[in-house]
């Protein structure tokens, strides 16, 4: 059973290690600050689980579809990042934040599990929320209208949070 000081710990480390990748390269100008405080953040979130080989399994997929799922936003011309190495590709910092709240999946969100209505509500609200604080303090420019900004992003959210939750099932249905 997870404790309460964990899920406390994972959701405020994941909060805490978002910001850190959006002032890193809004404020400080360094894209590298935010994912060296999220890969803090998962290192010490792997101390506490059991099961660290099937986490870190569930984490490298969640960061390979965080590469692919921006990349095309990238690559499209929908979005256009900050901090990037090609305005073709998903910069680390946000590759670190699809990692770091896939870290949040099997613990501090675990109340979600087997809810996909709720993850597909929250993804498709929160995932284009997300996108549109850091449009405004301008980590990453949306390319489009608003009306567009939020079909595009609320399909992908909603897609995405509820098949990381399956994935999160599938890979490791016992993550205690």
């Not at 979600?112 to 549109?132: C, E, H, S, V």
Request: glycine fraction near 8%.
């Amino acid at each position: 059973m997870i404790s309460f000081i964990q899920k406390l710990y994972n959701g405020l480390g994941f909060y805490l290690s978002w910001w850190a990748c959006v002032m890193g390269v809004v404020k400080y100008n360094q894209p590298y600050f935010g994912p060296f405080v999220m890969l803090l953040f998962i290192f010490f979130h792997l101390l506490m689980i059991k099961n660290k080989k099937k986490e870190i399994l569930f984490l490298s997929i969640a960061g390979i579809i965080g590469f692919f799922v921006d990349s095309i936003k990238a690559f499209s011309g929908f979005i256009t990042y900050n901090g990037v190495f090609s305005d073709n590709l998903a910069p680390l910092w946000i590759i670190a934040m699809w990692i770091g709240f896939a870290a949040t999946i099997n613990h501090s969100g675990s109340w979600i599990k087997k809810r996909y209505l709720i993850a597909i509500l929250l993804g498709a609200i929160f995932g284009p929320l997300n996108y549109f604080v850091g449009d405004n303090m301008d980590a990453l420019s949306i390319n489009m209208n608003f009306s567009q900004n939020i079909l595009v992003l609320s399909f992908v959210w909603g897609v995405s949070v509820p098949f990381l939750y399956y994935l999160a099932e599938k890979i490791n249905p016992i993550n205690k």
